[in-house]
Nanobody
Framework: QVQLVESGGGLVQAGDSLRLSCAAS????????MGWFRQSSGKEREFVAA????????DYSDAVKGRFTISRDNAKNTVYLQINSLKPEDTAIYYC????????????????WGQGTQVTVSS
């Protein structure tokens, strides 16, 4: 019954843009904050961005700050990640998640996870 479903990934070239979407159940979306993480092959899952329940407060990792924008539409129970100026190092599976802690950067604080959407950036 509880789920998060990501979409919007794909194969793009460096410099391109993508918008990822994460549709959540009402119960999951009621969490204090929503976040995006990413994981490259052979690497640990890393924090990307988070947004509080109102959408007013956001947090970004240094790696994506200035290029990525997280937002949410509470009426649609959906969180978005706008990705601009994509780089090859952005290649990863992107996951959305629901956190028990406001704008947490720690994966351990996220209760629910989607299955991810693949973003591949070619040089």
């Amino acid at each position: 019954q509880v789920q998060l479903v990501e979409s919007g990934g794909g194969l793009v070239q460096a410099g391109d843009s993508l918008r990822l979407s994460c549709a959540a159940s009402e119960r999951t979306f009621s969490s204090p904050s929503m976040g995006w993480f990413r994981q490259s092959s052979g690497k640990e899952r890393e924090f990307v961005a988070a947004v509080d329940w109102s959408g007013s407060i956001t947090d970004y990792s240094d790696a994506v700050k200035g290029r990525f924008t997280i937002s949410r539409d509470n009426a649609k129970n959906t969180v978005y990640l706008q990705i601009n100026s994509l780089k090859p190092e952005d290649t990863a599976i992107y996951y959305c998640a629901a956190s028990d802690v406001f704008a947490s950067r720690s994966p351990q604080n996220y209760r629910y996870w989607g299955q991810g959407t693949q973003v591949t950036v070619s040089s």
